[in-house]
C-alpha cells in the first residue's frame, strides 16, 4: 500500500541508522493527544494490527483525492511552523496492507477532539463509527493511515518539506 509520511529530521535519520522507526509516546504532546493516539492502537489492536506499546505511526493514503499524497497545504495544516522550519521530511513508502488501518480524516478529528475537550474515552455510534472507517475507493477523500512501525526496506523516496511561511504565497500543490 502507497503512503506518505511527514517526519522529523531526527525521526528519518533514526529511520535510516536503525532500519526501522515505531512511535514515541514521548513525541506527543499531552495527556489528551495521548488519550487519541490510544484509542486508535486500540482500533489497531482489533484488527490484528499489533503496536505493542509504541504509538502509532501516522501516514498519508490519500489527499484531496483516493490514492493522492499530501502537499504542502497539507503540511501547513498538520504542522506548525516552528517544526517545518525546524526540518521535515516527507518519506513516500509502499507497506504490507495488512499493517494498515485506514481512516477518514474529517470523522477522525470528530473523535479527537473529544479527547481534546476533555472526555477521557469515547464511544461512536454504529453509524459515527462506519463513517469513520469506511474506506470508499473513488471520489474526493481524504484517507489517513496509521501503521504500528516503519521500516527502511519499504521505502521509495525521502525528500525535503520545502519550508514556506504563511506570509509567503505560493502554489503549494506544486511544492511536494
Excluded at 11 to 22: F, Q, T, Y
Aim: charged share 30%.
Amino acid at each position: 500500500m502507497k503512503l506518505w509520511s511527514f517526519q522529523s529530521l531526527p525521526v528519518v535519520a533514526r529511520l535510516e541508522k536503525r532500519g526501522m522507526i515505531r512511535g514515541d509516546w514521548d513525541f506527543i504532546s499531552g495527556d489528551k493527544w495521548k488519550l487519541a493516539y490510544c484509542w486508535m492502537m486500540q482500533e489497531m489492536e482489533k484488527r490484528g494490527i499489533a503496536c505493542n506499546g509504541f504509538a502509532p505511526i501516522w501516514a498519508w493514503h490519500s489527499c484531496e483525492y483516493y490514492g493522492r499524497g499530501p502537499d504542502m497545504g497539507t503540511a501547513i495544516a498538520l504542522l506548525s511552523e516552528y517544526e517545518r522550519e525546524a526540518g521535515i521530511k516527507i518519506i513516500e513508502f509502499e507497506c504490507p496492507p495488512e499493517l494498515v488501518l485506514l481512516s477518514r480524516y474529517g470523522p477522525w478529528n470528530d473523535v479527537f477532539y473529544q479527547f481534546i475537550d476533555g472526555k477521557e474515552d469515547v464511544s461512536l455510534s454504529p453509524r459515527e463509527y462506519r463513517k469513520l472507517f469506511r474506506i470508499i475507493h473513488k471520489g474526493q477523500q481524504e484517507y489517513q493511515a496509521t501503521l504500528p512501525y516503519l521500516k527502511l526496506e519499504w521505502v521509495k523516496d525521502i525528500r525535503d518539506l520545502p519550508f514556506v511561511s504563511l506570509e509567503e504565497e505560493y502554489d503549494w500543490a506544486t511544492l511536494v
